[in-house]
């Protein structure tokens, strides 16, 4: 087929062009036309969107950005078309990707974002189009005119919806990777410690440094109490945390902290309690009357049981709550549930542990002249709960006194109910009067005996009594007649002895192996005292900690007990304030003696001869020394008891046979001889001529025992001063 000459080529240009110009023209005219009337237009798109997507009209924020950029777009797109601009020469409006990125805070889908632009190009479509035909009856030209509006609004419908998503995503995806961070921090800063008002503090800290404005944590009265199935008919709550605090805020808060709040039925406090579920809330106010643009409500859950409930609100930041935003606030309030009840089970657990190690440790010092005592116990301040440490002081016969210090090992309920089976089978043990090897040797059996049977119990389990059945102790008697000493110690530290001018030594003693190992001996060691030493037994939590080892422990106990002080209490303070934190690692027990003599005018000494006529020497000697001490009264009652012990000495015992009267707080009447023979109480028949001796005695005397040394027996019986001679003493 012929191609038609060059002169014909263009005019056929020409005349498209002039064609094409006069379909730019018309849609120009028709684009000025609406853009005059662009209100209406821009209402027509308005109404489609709220009829096709209703969502974005739910809160004012997103709604008044979607209308910003219903109304720019349609403008800046007119405008375009009036001036026959190119599709990729029409400029979006300035603030078009800036909203883009607002409305991914809000939380809007990136779908639905597209489909508002195809809704909103499909409206504007139909009305150019249908404007067209208004302006000419030219078919072609009106033709030609709706491809070029088409192709026209197409193009810059990609256009900028291309970059409002590019936008969008960026958005999007900075705000996905803000949210990890802010997980991964809730992780760190969150739960450091087991105190349920600081790690509930610490959810409201981070919570109001990036996320929002106001944060309150209550938590429900009776889950810090310990109860996990807390719902009754009123859900009462406990204000714990707050941020920022009521100082740095323009509003006081509406509950004090730890203040009792009832909430309100049907509040979204109470539905978030009752159901375990969040809620998202628009245009709210917070409970201080404070205007409140969006609130998330969050419950505390861990392990099944709900604590409480976090509020997290939005007053100063414009950007609302979106389900995104109720994720992440779940995500973080999970962390913190977890935390807040390892917490509280800690701090019941603590709770249960010291009041049990408390009621087990000695409430008063008891009664007796043989040393001036002080002592202070301290639970650990850490993580590490209460332990097992304790001190006992404990008095026996013979105006004696044993001061006692052991640390069990570990912590917890276990640590201190070992604790106080040791502290039982202690005091037992001193009531037979064993030597302190001795008692520690029995003791150490009473160690090993719970492990030896959990290991023979096949439905037990063995490693719950490891860490615990281990344990170390000084046992110390203190004998104020002859001013010695008698200590032995099972793998514990020594005690420290503060001479009258002040001198500090830490005593030298047989180690001695920890109690629970089993099969090795104890060693004792015996001291003089002078009269008004100091001794010091304390447990290891004392000397040892983080920043320093045992020695310098030990030096700086030894210059905090050289300083002079009025007072043992005084003394026990100085002590603990020179080597103790606020929050010790370890517990610590702390016992402090000065001891006492008992002199020449307080204790008379006679050897008897193995004789039975020495009975009635025995006799006058303790009636002449009752009356050189003013004791006249109790001399028949004396005589009597004096008389029954010093016959059994001389009967069933052997030489040397002593007397020995010690006036204390009362009479104690001692008769020893060298026999091991213990001598037994026994109810006499009618018939008998003997046996009602020790029975007589028992009448008698307060208390009553046998006490046994290497070579020997001391059979004694304490008398009051204000005792009378029972009149059912010869009875039967």
Same mark, same amino acid.
């Given at each position: 087929?012929?191609?038609?000459?060059?002169?014909?080529?263009?005019?056929?240009?020409? +005349?498209?062009?002039?064609?094409?110009?006069?379909?730019?023209?018309?849609?120009?005219? @028709?684009?000025?036309?609406?853009?005059?009337?662009?209100?209406?237009?821009?209402?027509?798109?308005?109404?489609?969107?709220?009829?096709?997507?209703?969502?974005?009209?739910?809160?004012?924020?997103?709604?008044?950005?979607?209308?910003?950029?219903?109304?720019?777009?349609?403008?800046?797109?007119?405008?375009?078309?009036?001036?026959?601009?190119?599709?990729?020469?029409?400029?979006?409006?300035?603030?078009?990707?800036?909203?883009?990125?607002?409305?991914?805070?809000?939380?809007? &889908?990136?779908?639905?974002?597209?489909?508002?632009?195809?809704?909103?190009?499909?409206?504007?479509?139909?009305?150019?189009?249908?404007?067209?035909?208004?302006?000419?009856?030219?078919?072609?030209?009106?033709?030609?005119?709706?491809?070029?509006?088409?192709?026209?609004?197409?193009?810059?419908?990609?256009?900028?919806?291309?970059?409002?998503?590019?936008?969008?995503?960026?958005?999007?995806?900075?705000?996905?990777?803000?949210?990890?961070?802010?997980?991964?921090?809730?992780?760190?800063?969150?739960? +450091?410690?087991?105190?349920?008002?600081?790690?509930?503090?610490?959810?409201?800290?981070?919570?109001?440094?990036?996320?929002?404005?106001?944060?309150?944590?209550?938590?429900?009265?009776?889950?810090?109490?310990?109860?996990?199935?807390?719902?009754? =008919?009123?859900?009462?709550?406990?204000?714990?945390?707050?941020?920022?605090?009521?100082?740095?805020?323009?509003?006081?808060?509406?509950?004090?902290?730890?203040?009792?709040?009832?909430?309100?039925?049907? &509040?979204?406090?109470a539905r978030a309690l009752a159901t375990g579920r969040p809620t998202r809330h628009q245009g709210?106010?917070?409970?201080?009357?404070?205007?409140?643009?969006?609130?998330?409500?969050?419950?505390?859950?861990?392990?099944?049981?709900?604590?409480?409930?976090?509020?997290?609100?939005?007053?100063?930041?414009?950007?609302?709550? !979106? !389900?995104?935003?109720?994720?992440?606030?779940?995500?973080?309030?999970?962390?913190?549930?977890?935390?807040? =009840?390892?917490?509280?089970?800690?701090?019941?657990?603590?709770?249960? %542990?010291?009041?049990?190690?408390?009621?087990?440790?000695?409430?008063?010092?008891?009664?007796?002249?043989?040393?001036?005592?002080?002592?202070?116990?301290?639970?650990?301040?850490?993580?590490?709960? #209460?332990?097992?440490?304790?001190?006992?002081?404990?008095?026996?016969s013979g105006a004696r006194v044993a001061l006692v210090v052991g640390d069990v090992v570990g912590?917890?309920?276990? /640590?201190?109910?070992?604790?106080?089976?040791?502290? +039982?089978?202690?005091? +037992?043990?001193?009531?037979?009067?064993?030597?302190?090897?001795?008692?520690?040797?029995?003791?150490?059996? @009473?160690?090993?005996?719970?492990?030896?049977?959990?290991?023979?119990?096949?439905?037990?389990?063995?490693?719950?009594?490891?860490?615990?059945?281990?344990?170390?102790?000084?046992?110390?008697?203190?004998?104020?007649?002859?001013?010695?000493?008698?200590?032995?110690?099972?793998?514990?530290?020594?005690?420290?002895?503060?001479?009258?001018?002040?001198?500090?030594?830490?005593?030298e003693l047989p180690p001695g192996p920890p109690l629970g190992l089993g099969g090795l001996p104890?060693?004792?060691?015996?001291?003089?005292?002078?009269?008004? &030493?100091?001794?010091?037994?304390?447990? =290891?939590?004392?000397?040892?900690?983080?920043?320093?080892?045992?020695?310098?422990?030990?030096?700086?106990?030894?210059? %905090?007990?050289?300083?002079?002080?009025?007072?043992?209490? /005084?003394?026990?303070?100085? #002590?603990?304030? %020179?080597?103790?934190?606020?929050?010790?690692?370890?517990? @610590?027990?702390?016992?402090?003696?000065?001891?006492?003599?008992?002199?020449?005018?307080?204790?008379?000494?006679?050897?008897?001869?193995?004789?039975?006529?020495? #009975?009635?020497?025995?006799?006058?000697?303790?009636?002449?020394?009752?009356?050189?001490?003013?004791?006249?009264?109790?001399?028949?009652?004396?005589?009597? #008891?004096?008389?029954?012990?010093?016959?059994?000495?001389?009967?069933?015992?052997?030489?040397?046979?002593?007397?020995?009267?010690?006036?204390?707080?009362?009479?104690?009447?001692? $008769?020893?001889?060298?026999?091991?023979?213990?001598?037994?109480?026994?109810?006499?028949?009618?018939?008998?001529?003997?046996?009602?001796?020790?029975?007589?005695?028992?009448?008698?005397?307060?208390?009553?025992?046998?006490?046994?040394?290497?070579?020997?027996?001391? $059979?004694? /019986?304490?008398?009051?001063?204000?005792?009378?001679?029972?009149?059912?003493?010869?009875?039967?």
């Amino acid at each position: 087929m012929a191609r038609p000459p060059c002169g014909a080529r263009a005019r056929i240009r020409r +005349t498209v062009d002039s064609v094409d110009d006069q379909a730019d023209r018309l849609v120009a005219r @028709v684009a000025r036309e609406l853009g005059a009337r662009a209100d209406e237009l821009i209402a027509d798109v308005e109404k489609a969107l709220r009829r096709e997507l209703p969502a974005l009209w739910e809160t004012p924020e997103i709604a008044g950005t979607v209308s910003q950029n219903v109304a720019e777009y349609i403008v800046t797109g007119l405008s375009g078309l009036a001036s026959s601009a190119e599709p990729e020469l029409i400029e979006p409006p300035p603030a078009a990707l800036e909203r883009a990125r607002r409305l991914a805070r809000y939380g809007m &889908s990136l779908a639905t974002m597209l489909r508002a632009f195809r809704l909103a190009q499909g409206v504007v479509l139909d009305r150019l189009i249908g404007e067209l035909p208004r302006y000419t009856a030219d078919a072609p030209l009106v033709s030609r005119a709706t491809r070029y509006v088409i192709a026209t609004t197409t193009g810059y419908v990609d256009r900028t919806s291309e970059q409002d998503v590019a936008a969008f995503q960026e958005e999007r995806d900075r705000r996905r990777q803000w949210r990890l961070a802010m997980v991964n921090e809730a992780g760190v800063r969150i739960g +450091t410690t087991l105190d349920v008002a600081r790690t509930t503090q610490e959810l409201a800290d981070l919570a109001a440094e990036r996320f929002a404005d106001v944060v309150t944590v209550d938590l429900l009265d009776s889950a810090l109490h310990g109860e996990d199935t807390p719902f009754t =008919d009123r859900l009462v709550v406990r204000r714990i945390a707050r941020a920022p605090a009521a100082a740095r805020d323009a509003r006081p808060p509406s509950a004090a902290a730890w203040q009792l709040v009832t909430c309100v039925d049907g &509040s979204p406090t109470a539905r978030a309690l009752a159901t375990g579920r969040p809620t998202r809330h628009q245009g709210d106010r917070s409970p201080d009357g404070r205007r409140v643009h969006s609130t998330l409500v969050v419950p505390l859950r861990a392990r099944g049981s709900t604590l409480g409930v976090a509020e997290f609100r939005r007053h100063r930041n414009p950007d609302p709550y !979106d !389900d995104e935003d109720l994720l992440l606030a779940q995500e973080i309030a999970a962390r913190a549930a977890v935390a807040v =009840d390892n917490a509280r089970r800690y701090t019941h657990a603590r709770a249960t %542990a010291l009041t049990l190690q408390r009621s087990l440790l000695p409430r008063h010092a008891p009664r007796q002249s043989a040393v001036e005592v002080a002592y202070r116990y301290l639970p650990a301040g850490g993580q590490a709960g #209460v332990g097992g440490d304790w001190y006992d002081v404990i008095p026996l016969s013979g105006a004696r006194v044993a001061l006692v210090v052991g640390d069990v090992v570990g912590h917890g309920i276990h /640590a201190a109910a070992t604790m106080g089976r040791l502290r +039982t089978a202690v005091r +037992t043990l001193a009531d037979i009067d064993l030597p302190p090897d001795e008692l520690l040797t029995h003791l150490d059996d @009473v160690v090993l005996r719970p492990s030896g049977e959990a290991s023979g119990d096949p439905d037990g389990d063995p490693d719950e009594y490891l860490g615990e059945t281990g344990a170390t102790c000084l046992y110390a008697v203190y004998d104020p007649v002859s001013r010695r000493c008698t200590l032995a110690r099972a793998g514990h530290v020594p005690p420290a002895l503060t001479s009258r001018d002040g001198t500090v030594e830490l005593l030298e003693l047989p180690p001695g192996p920890p109690l629970g190992l089993g099969g090795l001996p104890f060693e004792a060691t015996e001291v003089e005292l002078p009269e008004g &030493s100091l001794i010091a037994l304390f447990t =290891d939590g004392l000397i040892e900690a983080r920043d320093h080892d045992v020695d310098a422990g030990l030096t700086r106990l030894r210059h %905090a007990l050289a300083r002079p002080e009025t007072s043992l209490e /005084a003394i026990c303070d100085t #002590v603990l304030e %020179a080597m103790l934190p606020d929050r010790p690692d370890d517990d @610590v027990a702390l016992l402090l003696a000065r001891t006492r003599a008992l002199g020449a005018r307080q204790v008379a000494t006679w050897d008897l001869d193995a004789d039975p006529a020495a #009975v009635a020497r025995a006799r006058s000697l303790v009636s002449r020394q009752l009356g050189d001490w003013g004791l006249e009264e109790l001399g028949f009652t004396a005589e009597l #008891v004096v008389s029954e012990l010093a016959t059994n000495a001389i009967r069933y015992g052997r030489p040397p046979i002593r007397l020995r009267l010690i006036h204390d707080r009362g009479l104690l009447c001692e $008769v020893s001889d060298g026999s091991n023979t213990t001598p037994h109480q026994r109810r006499a028949r009618v018939s008998d001529e003997g046996g009602r001796g020790l029975l007589l005695v028992a009448r008698l005397a307060e208390h009553w025992g046998t006490r046994h040394a290497r070579r020997g027996k001391t $059979v004694w /019986a304490e008398l009051s001063e204000s005792a009378q001679f029972p009149a059912s003493a010869f009875a039967g």
